[in-house]
């Protein structure tokens, strides 16, 4: 894999502006990032920007076998820890405020060639101690040279 890739990231995103079913909304990013192998993990590194906030984040990416790691500084700052069969908590902070989530990851798979990575991580989500919802994301790392860009 090269070190500028384009990653696509699906899973479902959780806000107060939600109607009154608190239904969570489907999100998928797009966007160029850096990759890099050390130590036997894989790490994406990315900017994301979003509504309402007025600095960027700044998203690393661990993968690892069984685990998986979500690292956010900037307008929203979290360490999201996702390991197979184990309960992991954390303080997730906003602009808007902070939460604890539980993060109870069921499984984690990641499939892996010379110019791709496709990862899918189901977990349970709580916050505050609730449960929320049971949660799946997508992840997909692709070359950026690469002559058929297949993530769609």
């Given at each position: 894999m090269t070190?500028?890739?384009?990653?696509?990231?699906s899973g479902l995103q959780f806000t107060a502006d939600n109607d009154e079913s608190n239904e969570p909304e489907p999100v998928e990013i797009i966007?160029?990032?850096?990759?890099y192998f050390k130590n036997g993990k894989h790490y994406i590194l990315y900017d994301e920007f979003m509504e309402g906030?007025?600095?960027?984040?700044?998203?690393?990416?661990?993968?690892h076998q069984d685990s998986f790691e979500i690292i956010r500084r900037g307008g929203t700052n979290v360490h999201m820890v996702f390991e197979k069969d184990k309960k992991n908590m954390t303080c997730y902070t906003t602009p808007f405020g902070s939460m604890m989530m539980g993060?109870?990851?069921?499984?984690i798979s990641i499939e892996e060639s010379e110019a791709e990575i496709h990862a899918q991580i189901e977990y349970a989500l709580d916050v505050n101690y609730e449960h929320l919802a049971d949660c799946?994301?997508?992840?997909?790392?692709?070359?950026?040279?690469?002559?058929?860009?297949?993530?769609?």
């Open positions: 070190r500028d890739v384009l990653l696509k990231i966007a160029p990032g850096e990759y906030i007025d600095t960027a984040t700044r998203n690393e990416l661990k993968l993060i109870d990851a069921r499984n799946t994301i997508d992840l997909y790392v692709q070359s950026k040279d690469q002559e058929h860009f297949s993530i769609s």
